[in-house]
């Protein structure tokens, strides 16, 4: 059974910020970034913390639109999970989507090639992806993702896969966004 009173504490406590799970559409990414914009700003948090929230948010509702299977006999087509969470010193957003067992594996890559750039390596390799514009077939180049991590600076961008069927798996993203960096200013 789930325990929901533990989770209404930490959506009391501002841990869990923000929650969704449905379909993401364009409308709706409005009101996410409206809402997250608005937290960010009760809790104090600087401009440049909230812009860069911002930034990766858009990024992150905009894979979820172009990127989660609508076609899959799982069940659980079209439909996206985002999570925005306060842990310690930092903001976690999270989502989570179905994708096939193919994008899983260019995916993990991807991801992983990104995460073992410095951040001069991942600036020539933001320049070098837009300048090719080799756009998949669902519109997106990839630059998504080293967008993000090029906004969430230090932090690598966490992932997994659990398979929901023989074609299909559940990826799982972790985005970390730490508060106060003077470099920020």
């Given at each position: 059974m789930v325990d929901l009173k533990s989770y209404y504490d930490r959506m009391e406590n501002n841990e869990i910020i923000f929650a969704y799970k449905g379909i993401v559409t364009s409308e709706l990414i409005k009101s996410i970034l409206k809402m997250a914009d608005t937290k960010m700003e009760a809790f104090g948090e600087e401009r440049m913390i909230r812009k860069r929230m911002y930034s990766i948010l858009i990024e992150l509702l905009q894979n979820l639109i172009h990127h989660t299977e609508k076609k899959s006999e799982s069940g659980m087509?079209?439909?996206?999970?985002?999570?925005?969470?306060?842990?310690?010193?930092?903001?976690?957003?999270?989502?989570?989507?179905?994708?096939?067992?193919?994008?899983?594996?260019?995916?993990?890559?991807?991801?992983?090639?990104?995460?073992?750039?410095?951040?001069?390596?991942?600036?020539?390799?933001?320049?070098?992806?837009?300048?090719?514009?080799?756009?998949?077939?669902?519109?997106?180049?990839?630059?998504?993702?080293?967008?993000?991590?090029?906004?969430?600076?230090?932090?690598?961008?966490?992932?997994?896969?659990?398979?929901?069927?023989?074609?299909?798996?559940?990826?799982?993203?972790?985005?970390?966004?730490?508060?106060?960096?003077?470099?920020?200013?």
């Open positions: 087509e079209g439909n996206s999970l985002l999570v925005i969470s306060r842990i310690a010193n930092c903001y976690q957003i999270a989502t989570g989507n179905l994708v096939t067992r193919d994008a899983a594996v260019w995916l993990k890559s991807h991801i992983d090639r990104i995460n073992s750039m410095t951040p001069e390596e991942l600036r020539a390799f933001y320049t070098e992806v837009l300048t090719n514009e080799q756009i998949s077939d669902k519109g997106g180049a990839g630059l998504g993702i080293i967008d993000i991590a090029r906004k969430s600076k230090d932090n690598k961008i966490n992932y997994n896969f659990k398979p929901v069927n023989d074609n299909f798996s559940f990826f799982s993203l972790f985005v970390y966004i730490q508060p106060t960096k003077t470099t920020d200013k």
